[in-house]
């Protein structure tokens, strides 16, 4: 009587321990479908609602994809399903999300490219621009669109309105911490040919800038003074020239607010970073630059 116990016993145990394989085996062979989701369907079912006009449609073909799968590409069509539709808000958390999910140099830059365009189409062209150059310059191989829509706001924004802009707002540009981004903007501050001296209208924006950067939020920073030169003329003249002009202008900002002095630093890159890679005179004057950069 007690071997039949025995063997019932054991049967029903050999009979839980199949149950319960079985059950792990489900769960394991249940994880293709959540693949399957994971395919791209998804995302090619929202394109295309998308090139039928339904982008409303196919933001909710993306969310709900999402939910279960998410990656680059997913959260970056995302952002521009909500650029286009003017969602700018959700559209920027999109591009973070993608930002963060960017395995390349590549994609973060088409990443944090998108977000400046949302800042620009929502208004904001003092903190866009940083945010669309700190993209040109991760990008090896930039988009066509990006160097040129950020080469006509560089432009719109180089009058004394725009300059002023870009040193009161460029730095508190909330992008820089959301997108882990370092905190740079490029002023234009035009020199006479081939001398350290700064024409009349740069010299007029000083002042506006030696306030602000001599102001308590910038009170234990390092803010570096990067002079840029373009392509003409020598390598060798041009980096000398970056690196004297950033320093005169350290020392007129220095004279003016004493707490300058030990705040800020200077480099020169000569010509080895320009901003745009064309050779136009448009070019040129835009890849001559002060860059001021915040760490």
């Not at 310059?137 to 180089?158: A, C, F, V």
């Not at 040919?193 to 007029?204: I, V, W």
């Not at 320009?274 to 915040?294: A, F, I, T």
Request: contains cysteine; aromatic residues 8%.
């Amino acid at each position: 009587m007690s071997t039949l116990l025995f063997i019932k016993d054991h049967g029903r145990r050999i009979w839980q321990h199949g149950f319960f394989t079985l059950l792990v085996f489900s769960i394991v062979v249940a994880q293709p479908s959540l693949a399957a989701e994971c395919s791209g369907d998804a995302l090619q079912q929202a394109k295309q609602l998308k090139q039928e006009k339904k982008t409303r449609d196919a933001v909710r073909v993306m969310k709900k994809g999402i939910s279960t799968c998410e990656d680059f590409a997913w959260w970056h069509y995302l952002g521009q399903l909500y650029e286009d539709i003017r969602k700018f808000t959700d559209a920027k958390k999109a591009y973070v999300k993608a930002k963060n999910m960017a395995e390349t140099s590549e994609q973060q830059a088409a990443a944090i490219a998108g977000y400046g365009s949302v800042l620009l189409k929502s208004g904001h062209r003092a903190e866009a621009l940083p945010v669309l150059q700190s993209a040109l310059q991760i990008y090896r191989n930039p988009p066509g669109w990006l160097i040129e829509t950020t080469q006509e706001l560089d432009l719109l924004m180089n009058d004394a309105s725009g300059q002023d802009q870009l040193i009161t707002r460029g730095f508190s540009n909330q992008a820089f911490a959301a997108l882990a981004i370092q905190r740079s903007i490029n002023i234009r501050l035009n020199f006479l040919t081939n001398k350290t001296e700064l024409d009349e209208a740069s010299k007029q924006r000083l002042p506006g800038l030696i306030e602000e950067l001599a102001s308590d939020k910038y009170a234990g920073k390092t803010i570096w003074l990067i002079g840029h030169a373009d392509a003409r003329g020598s390598a060798d003249l041009n980096m000398k020239l970056s690196w004297a002009r950033a320093e005169a202008v350290q020392k007129v900002m220095a004279a003016a607010n004493p707490v300058l002095k030990e705040r800020i630093k200077i480099n020169g890159k000569g010509e080895q970073e320009p901003l745009y890679p064309g050779m136009s005179e448009k070019d040129y004057s835009l890849n001559r630059r002060l860059q001021l950069l915040v760490e």
